[in-house]
């Protein structure tokens, strides 16, 4: 079985300066793997990288998404191609309702797919049914892209665009960052009725906290810009306790 | 969200992938005989014209005397705007079709070549069955110098409601054009309306009696198609006692090399209780990204809410032009009544818009809005200019402004010049303006999702200029986010 994401010695970096430094990973197809690491380890890096935000550079390395190589592609194509990054800090769009933002979403990715798009009446019952799995009332549909959400909503509407895209690696960046734990709960649970034997998931976080509802496969420990430990859940509960110190360390004398 | 919202969503999408690289298309000239009057501006051309239109002395001595007043006249030039000067001398006052020399009788005998240029730019000028559930649209064409037909006019005859070319209503109801021509903007109001005043060729006349509601939205559509031609349209509506007309504009023109005038006047006029709703689609031909050729859009609009609880609202979408000066205004005469001015104006490469409103309370319990969206793209330069002004006898006065401009790139500018005068102490007056710029963040965030530059810049703008849109009649709110899109081509990446 080929991979479905396969990182290779990634070097990559903002403006010159080096952040991810040799990077290597494989996700396969069902598989969930956790990103744990401290602050400034590159794991946002990592995500902004595999989606192409501008301003990232690679001089090093491949990634490739289904055998397909991400690096000449632009973002919209790695979107269309099933790529989905659930942001950090979602962004608002004044005036554009959340609806008509999934609207004009899914129909860009079936439009590239080249796809028909869905018609009105299909997509109001799908985007119904999806924001009604994630405890999302119609008014929310109803309000403006992110404008005067809480964080909780902010992380709930980025689930709910992952569930009507339905990428096939999601990649959640800090998804349980200003959560409380009702919402991480809704959240998580949204995130596991996602999982799936062709979909694969790369989980970027912080805390431990957030494992306990998302079970990983794999977890890995990010320093300096490299993955230095990969183990199963138990390394999640192991880093809980002894803390990042002594990869830190490790990495930097690497 | 209703059904009907969600499709203009998704028609955005589609046009904007449609004419993905395309710039202006409405570019194209017909091929069609013309009745072209030498270049040149003078008494013996003013009294062609007259001439050529049967009109009655008094008309001509009022065409006329504009002519005197404009001569004595300069060319404003206190406006954010920069071109070259205008020989009015190399002007052409006058242009035809041929086939207009007779007169069609009725619209089956209008040049079939006509109708199919319409018909290119989208507007039926076939009395064509509408589909159920769209509200029929009576649409006026005005090609170059002349209306060139006029559509679902014995329908709207049913109910007394007049509507037919500026031309046709001098010889048919004679002492309604006399009496409120030049009521509003009077002939040497300014230097353009003066001009317009002298020149005018032709343009869209509207009556509603006491009490009617107008059936339909009534439109004009205004084609430049002739080189080195002035286009001076004239439209006048007025709604009597009681009366409501939702009344829309468009306008389009080749693309040629050259600049081109367009200068014309719109008055409305608003008698007790009555409501005109008036919105403009402008879509003249915006010049090359080099600046070069375009349309000089320098338009007088005023309404008049004469008498007591009047309402006019103003929507305009501005996205053509290579120069705009417009300042579509309000005068508030009547007591409680209400004037309203809605714009969104786009200006991409090197388009210069110089565009807001005058609202002037003079009536007690007068209020006023205005909700002002400019968008400035690739090296251009948008101005909002805007006065508010309360009389002193104006007891009670209100008026909420807000100006909100959009930066695309960091080549354009936005400037924002707002009059207030307030000589009476009872007046509420609110301004607020916000200067934004689309951040790359937000542009990452649309990729992500999908949607390429471009898409997502039409995604933004069109939230951007939500509050306006809404008060476009639904017909052309579907056609106002698509130029939205279109006319921002380019402007990224």
Known sequence: MSALLEIKNLHAGVDGTPILNGLSLAIQPGEVHAIMGPNGSGKSTLSYVLSGKDGYEVSDGDMLFDGRSLADMAPEERAIAGLFLAFQYPLEIPGVTNMTFLKTSLNAILRGRGEDEMDAASFLRLAREKSCGLGMNDDMLKRQLNVGFSGGEKKRNEILQMAMLEPKLAILDETDSGLDIDALKTVAEGVNALRAPDRGMLVITHYQRLLDFIKPDVVHVMAAGQIVKSGGPELALELEKSGYGEFVGEAVNA | ?493
């Open chain 2, 1 to 493: 969200m209703s059904e009907a919202k969600a499709s203009i969503d998704k028609e955005t999408v589609d046009q904007v992938a449609k004419f993905g690289g395309e710039h202006y298309k409405y570019g194209f000239t017909t091929e069609i005989d013309v009745d072209k009057i030498p270049n040149g501006l003078s008494e013996d051309i003013i009294r062609f014209i007259s001439a050529k239109k049967e009109e009655p002395q008094w008309l001509l001595d009022w065409r006329l005397d504009a002519y005197e007043r404009w001569k004595t006249m300069d060319e404003p030039d206190w406006a954010h705007v920069d071109y070259p000067k205008i020989d009015y001398q190399d002007l052409c006052y006058y242009a035809a079709p041929k086939s207009m020399e007779d007169g069609p009788k009725s619209l089956d005998e209008v040049d079939p070549q006509l109708l199919e240029t319409y018909s290119k730019l989208g507007i039926p000028l076939q009395e064509q069955e509408v589909l159920a559930g769209v509200r029929k649209v009576a649409v006026d064409a005005v090609f170059d110098s002349v209306s060139v037909g006029t559509t679902f006019r014995e329908e709207l005859a049913k109910d007394g409601v007049i509507f037919c070319s500026f031309s046709e209503a001098v010889q048919e109801h004679p002492d309604l054009v006399k009496k409120y021509l030049g009521s509003v903007v009077p002939k040497s109001d300014n230097y353009f309306a003066a001009l317009n005043s002298a020149v005018f060729s032709d343009g869209s006349f509207c009556y509603i009696p006491p009490g009617v509601k107008c059936p339909m939205e009534l439109s004009t559509y205004f084609r430049i198609n002739e080189a080195n031609t002035g286009q001076f349209e004239r439209t006048l509506v007025i709604a009597d006692k009681g009366a409501y007309v939702s009344y829309l504009e468009g306008c389009t023109a080749p693309m040629r090399d050259e600049n081109q005038l367009h200068a014309a006047v719109v008055e409305l006029v608003a008698l007790e209780d009555a409501e005109i709703k008036y919105s403009t689609v402008q879509n003249w031909y915006p010049g090359d990204e080099n600046g070069k050729g375009g349309i000089y859009n320098f338009v007088t609009k005023r309404g008049d809410c004469r008498e007591a609880r009047a309402r006019i609202s103003w929507t305009q979408v501005e996205t053509g032009s290579a120069v705009t000066w417009k300042y579509p205004s309000c005068i508030l005469r009547g007591d409680d009544s209400v004037g309203e001015f809605y714009s969104i104006a786009i200006s991409n490469n090197m388009q210069q818009v110089d565009s807001g409103t005058k609202m002037l309370h003079l009536g007690k319990n007068t209020s006023s809005r205005i909700i002002s969206k400019g968008i400035s793209a690739g090296r251009s330069s948008n101005a909002y200019r805007g006065q508010v002004n309360v009389h002193p006898k104006a007891s009670g006065a209100r008026n909420f402004t807000q100006c909100d401009s959009l930066l695309i790139g960091d080549k354009c500018a936005a400037h924002t010049v707002p009059y207030i005068e307030a000589k009476n102490l009872s007046a509420v007056l609110e301004h607020e303006a916000t200067t934004s710029k689309i951040s790359d963040d937000q542009l990452f965030f649309c990729q992500q999702r999908g949607l390429d530059a471009e898409e997502a810049v039409a995604l933004i703008v069109n939230g951007f200029c939500r509050d306006v849109l809404q008060h476009l009649p639904m017909e052309f709110a579907v056609e106002a986010q698509k130029l939205v899109g279109i006319s921002l081509e380019g402007s990224v990446g």
